[in-house]
Every structure is written in C-alpha cells, then in structure tokens.
C-alpha cells in the first residue's frame, strides 16, 4: 500500500461516517460507528493524524501533486487547532445533530437496504448524547472565554432544533421490510431526551451569553482567527481580506452595470427595481406548478447534455444526476438550490436539489445558470468525474475544497448559451449575489459591519425579497469565509484559462483530472 492509502485507512477509522458518504464496501465494517468530532480525546487523535502524515511527506524530495496537496490538507488542519472555532461547534448551517437525524429518515446518505443495516444504525447512534453533551461543554468553556455565537444565530438554532424535535423529522416513513424490533421508536429514545437536553441549555444558559455583534471581529483574538480562515477557504497563500474585498466591491459595480445594459437593451424604461419587478411579474418567467419547475430544470440539462458537455468537454460521466426537490421537512433551513454527490460505487446517485417552499421565488430567467452550476458541467459532472476516475487517490476524492468545487461551478456558468437577454439577466442575478458576499462577508467579520448596513447595502444591488436577503446573511455570519469561495475560485480559473495555450477541452481536462485541488497547487500545474 502507498502512503495515500495509509493515510485514508487511518482517517477513515478516525472518521467512520465518512463512509455512510462514501459506501465503499472495504469500509462496511465501520457502519456502526459514528465518531464525535467535539471529544478532546478525538481531537488529540486528529492532531496525531495529520502530524505523522505532514512528517512523511516533508521527507519526501520531490512531491507530485497529491503529495503537495496531502501536505497541505495537514499543515492546514494542524493550524486550525490553534484557534478557538470549536467553541462554537453548532450553528443551523452547519449542524451535525441535524445531519445525524436526516441520516435517521432515509433522506440523507446512509442506506437502509436490509434489516442489518437497520440494526447496525441504531448501535451506530448510541453516542449521540455524548456528542450533544461535547457540543454543550464546548459551548459552556465558550461562555468562560468569551467565544460565543451571535444571538441572532443562536435563536435561528434554537428554532432549527425544535422544528426537527416537534415535527420528528427522524422517523423513517419509508421501512419497506419487516423488522423485529420498532427502529422509529428506538430513534425517539435516543433522539429526543438529547435534543430537548441541548434545547433547555440553549433557551436557560447560552443564549443570555450570546454577543450582540455578528461578526468575527467581536470575539478576542476574531481577526486574527478570520484571517486564518480566509487562508483556509480560498487555499491561497498571498490572498488578503483588503484585496477581496476591493475586488468584491469592483465586480459589484461591473455587474450592476451589466444588468443596466440588458434593462436598456430590453427597451423598459424604469429603473433597475421596477425592471426586477416587471420579469418577476411576466407569466413566461413563472412556473405553473412544482411540476412544471422541476421538468423545466430536466428539460434545460438535458440541452446542456447535447451541446455544451459535447463540444467543451473530452470525457462523460456514467452517473446521471437526478433533479429532486429539497425534502419538505428542510424547505425553511436550506439554500436556494443544492447539490448531494452520489457515492464512490455508485450506488446512490448525485442530487440537485431544488427548494420548492414558494415557487413564485423561482424564475426561469435563472434556469441555465443554476443548471450549469449545480448539474452539468458543475457540481455534478466534476464531482462524478471524480468518483469514477480510479486514478485520484481516495483522500483526493473525499477532500471539500469550497474553493475548486465552488470555484469551479461558478466557472461553469461562464459557459451557457443564454440565447435570451432574460436567460443572461437570471446569470448577471446569481452573479451578483456571489459578489456580494465578497462585499458583506469580509465587511461583517473583519470590517465589523452592523447587521443594518449590511442588510442595507445587500438590498441596494440584490432583487431579492427581504427575508431571502435575511437567510443568506445569516448564512454568512453563521460559517464566515465559505462564501468567498466562489469568486475568488472561478477568478483563479479564469485567470489560468486566460494564460492557457490551448483548447477549451484541452483546458478544462487539465483543471479536473487531479480532482479538488487547494489553488495554490492547481495554479501551480499551469507554471
């Protein structure tokens, strides 16, 4: 075995629900393990990890390309320790428990197919108190610190948790063979004492400490550790917070710009806002039913599928991506649109997901654009390609690298056909809402942004209603730096298409076939 193998063996063991993701069968054995990544004796263990595989590589005189990455997943990970983010382990973004309990009700990505798997499920959920008891001492040495989450977030999980206690979003609807033993209601006996538990202490003792601020900036050593994790997001080393930013700011106003262009070339003589208003209103831009949205997005991926993967692109990918709405229990906690991979054999497939809470939010200006990044040739395409390349090593294939992966889809959309003024307006929509986040993310937590002006200056270039504006910016408050990735990534890959010599499929083949790559090491492969 090589030293990736090594590697990923160790780390699987370390995490076994990376599996219930993955569902290799050399791995079947761990599907009764859950690990709690809020233990200290874990955490030690982690550190233990990364520091003997960043000791090997470093001996290494010459490092390819994997060994350059796997120094730099380590290196990074062992940096993150130093810093105080696991003393706010939870928030309704990014909410283990949450994932645990969608895992529960067949939704999420572990698989009921036999009894056993039924019965390993419920041995591999009997450390779900100790990991809501580590969340809950976290959260408590977070208060003696001065590290906790801002109140407004905290009431967002407060609601999150007692939506999926009251509405019992874990119970498994979908059992189609007969068990000897009732798995909803072991699930309630596990599930619900822990979650009420973590509700109690969240409602009585956490939320009277929470910070009024709502960026990093407001917590002791916040600048320093938002730095770190702008590092971490775009994997750039000589990135800086002033020239995102500055360049948010710019894109901004280019984009804003763009949208006045294609207002005038549409001949509507109001501003900006009214012209919004005026598409939202237009019937051929609605959708009659869930239906019809939901055909509508497989008809348009189906047109991607016939031209645009045929003439940008070398390989095709066997895995076919199912276009599904967000499960009705998760419409008010989810973005937009999202995308699920499908696992490593292929037994379960990659998702688009749509949120189907008000169709009247959803246009058909944006039904290119967001096809292109979700599906084909974005997050469906490159992460499939991925899974079925047997040449990327398994650690390569399980990395969540927002800035390749996001950086990559946002590219994607770069390459429609956008016939309409109206298909190229829904594109310059989406656009714009990414730059932003450059713009409002860096102002909340470095800037020290109030919540007002950043509302304020969101609205002045975003269409969309006040309570979508509220969701995503308590997106970015909740997981500062993620949404950076998106800009930030497809700048670096349309910088290195710019200097390219060669064919777009040329081009596009050398960005996808070493998989997720930190920037740093993909720019290096065009030096």
């Given at each position: 075995?090589?030293?990736?193998d090594n590697?990923f063996?160790e780390?699987?063991?370390?995490f076994?629900?990376?599996?219930d993701?993955?569902?290799?069968?050399?791995?079947?054995?761990?599907q009764?393990?859950?690990?709690n990544?809020f233990?200290?004796?874990?955490i030690k263990?982690?550190?233990e990890?990364y520091?003997?595989?960043l000791d090997l590589?470093?001996k290494k005189k010459?490092k390819?390309v994997?060994?350059?990455?796997?120094?730099?997943m380590c290196?990074e990970?062992?940096e993150s320790?130093k810093?105080?983010?696991?003393?706010?382990?939870?928030n309704h973004?990014?909410n283990l428990?949450?994932?645990i309990l969608?895992?529960a009700?067949g939704e999420?990505?572990?698989?009921?197919?036999v009894?056993?798997?039924?019965v390993?499920?419920?041995?591999?959920i009997?450390?779900?108190?100790?990991?809501v008891?580590s969340?809950i001492d976290?959260?408590k040495q977070?208060i003696k610190?001065?590290?906790?989450?801002?109140k407004?977030?905290c009431i967002?999980?407060?609601?999150?948790?007692?939506?999926l206690?009251s509405?019992?979003t874990y119970?498994n609807n979908s059992?189609?063979?007969?068990?000897?033993?009732?798995f909803?209601?072991?699930?309630?006996?596990?599930f619900s004492?822990?979650?009420?538990?973590l509700?109690?202490?969240l409602?009585?003792e956490?939320?009277?400490?929470c910070r009024?601020t709502i960026?990093?900036?407001g917590?002791?050593k916040?600048?320093k550790?938002?730095?770190?994790?702008?590092?971490?997001?775009?994997t750039?080393s000589?990135?800086?917070?002033?020239?995102?930013?500055n360049?948010?700011?710019q894109e901004?106003?280019r984009?804003y710009e763009?949208?006045h262009?294609?207002k005038?070339?549409l001949n509507?003589?109001?501003t900006?806002?009214e012209?919004?208003?005026?598409?939202?209103?237009?019937?051929d831009m609605?959708?009659?039913s869930?239906?019809?949205?939901?055909?509508?997005y497989?008809?348009?991926?189906a047109?991607?599928?016939?031209?645009?993967?045929k003439t940008?692109f070398?390989?095709s990918?066997?895995s076919?991506c199912?276009i599904?709405?967000?499960?009705?229990?998760?419409?008010k906690?989810?973005?937009?649109?999202y995308?699920?991979p499908g696992d490593?054999?292929?037994?379960?497939?990659?998702k688009f997901y749509?949120?189907?809470r008000?169709i009247?939010?959803?246009?058909?200006?944006?039904?290119?654009?967001?096809?292109?990044?979700?599906?084909?040739?974005?997050h469906h395409?490159q992460?499939t390609?991925?899974?079925e390349?047997p040449?990327?090593p398994?650690?390569?294939?399980?990395a969540?690298?927002?800035?390749?992966?996001?950086?990559?889809?946002?590219?994607?959309?770069?390459?429609?056909?956008?016939?309409t003024?109206?298909?190229?307006?829904?594109?310059?929509m989406?656009?714009?809402?990414r730059?932003l986040?450059?713009?409002?993310?860096?102002g909340?937590h470095y800037y020290g942004?109030?919540?007002?002006r950043?509302f304020?200056?969101y609205r002045?270039?975003?269409?969309e209603?006040?309570?979508q504006?509220?969701?995503?910016?308590?997106r970015?408050i909740s997981?500062p730096?993620?949404?950076?990735s998106?800009?930030i990534g497809?700048?670096?890959?349309?910088?290195?298409?710019?200097k390219?010599?060669?064919?777009?499929k040329?081009?596009?083949k050398?960005?996808?076939e070493?998989?997720?790559?930190p920037?740093?090491?993909l720019?290096?492969?065009f030096l």
């Amino acid at each position: 075995m090589n030293i990736y193998d090594n590697y990923f063996d160790e780390l699987m063991e370390l995490f076994p629900s990376l599996n219930d993701f993955l569902n290799l069968d050399k791995y079947k054995h761990l599907q009764t393990k859950l690990e709690n990544p809020f233990d200290k004796s874990h955490i030690k263990k982690q550190k233990e990890l990364y520091k003997k595989y960043l000791d090997l590589i470093s001996k290494k005189k010459r490092k390819n390309v994997y060994d350059k990455t796997l120094l730099y997943m380590c290196d990074e990970a062992l940096e993150s320790y130093k810093y105080n983010y696991d003393l706010t382990p939870i928030n309704h973004q990014d909410n283990l428990l949450a994932s645990i309990l969608e895992m529960a009700n067949g939704e999420g990505v572990y698989i009921f197919k036999v009894k056993q798997d039924y019965v390993n499920f419920i041995e591999k959920i009997q450390i779900f108190d100790d990991i809501v008891q580590s969340v809950i001492d976290n959260m408590k040495q977070g208060i003696k610190k001065c590290y906790t989450m801002p109140k407004i977030i905290c009431i967002k999980l407060i609601e999150q948790l007692e939506a999926l206690l009251s509405t019992k979003t874990y119970l498994n609807n979908s059992i189609k063979i007969k068990l000897d033993f009732d798995f909803n209601e072991q699930c309630e006996s596990i599930f619900s004492p822990s979650l009420t538990r973590l509700i109690v202490f969240l409602k009585k003792e956490y939320l009277n400490t929470c910070r009024t601020t709502i960026g990093m900036c407001g917590l002791p050593k916040g600048k320093k550790e938002y730095k770190f994790l702008v590092k971490s997001s775009t994997t750039l080393s000589d990135i800086t917070v002033e020239k995102i930013h500055n360049y948010g700011v710019q894109e901004v106003k280019r984009i804003y710009e763009m949208m006045h262009t294609i207002k005038n070339k549409l001949n509507f003589n109001g501003t900006l806002i009214e012209f919004n208003k005026h598409l939202n209103k237009r019937r051929d831009m609605n959708f009659r039913s869930k239906h019809d949205l939901l055909m509508t997005y497989k008809k348009q991926l189906a047109s991607i599928n016939r031209s645009i993967m045929k003439t940008q692109f070398y390989d095709s990918v066997k895995s076919k991506c199912e276009i599904i709405p967000v499960p009705q229990y998760n419409e008010k906690f989810s973005a937009e649109a999202y995308y699920m991979p499908g696992d490593l054999e292929m037994k379960r497939k990659g998702k688009f997901y749509i949120n189907l809470r008000n169709i009247k939010e959803n246009n058909h200006m944006e039904v290119e654009s967001l096809t292109l990044h979700e599906a084909n040739p974005g997050h469906h395409y490159q992460l499939t390609y991925v899974n079925e390349n047997p040449n990327i090593p398994l650690f390569i294939k399980i990395a969540t690298n927002d800035a390749y992966q996001e950086g990559w889809a946002l590219y994607c959309e770069n390459l429609g056909k956008y016939k309409t003024y109206e298909s190229y307006y829904g594109k310059l929509m989406l656009e714009m809402i990414r730059a932003l986040r450059l713009v409002v993310d860096t102002g909340i937590h470095y800037y020290g942004w109030s919540y007002h002006r950043t509302f304020k200056y969101y609205r002045k270039y975003c269409f969309e209603s006040d309570t979508q504006i509220h969701n995503q910016l308590l997106r970015y408050i909740s997981i500062p730096t993620q949404a950076l990735s998106y800009k930030i990534g497809e700048r670096v890959i349309l910088d290195l298409k710019q200097k390219f010599k060669g064919r777009s499929k040329d081009f596009h083949k050398k960005v996808l076939e070493y998989g997720s790559l930190p920037l740093d090491v993909l720019i290096s492969l065009f030096l």
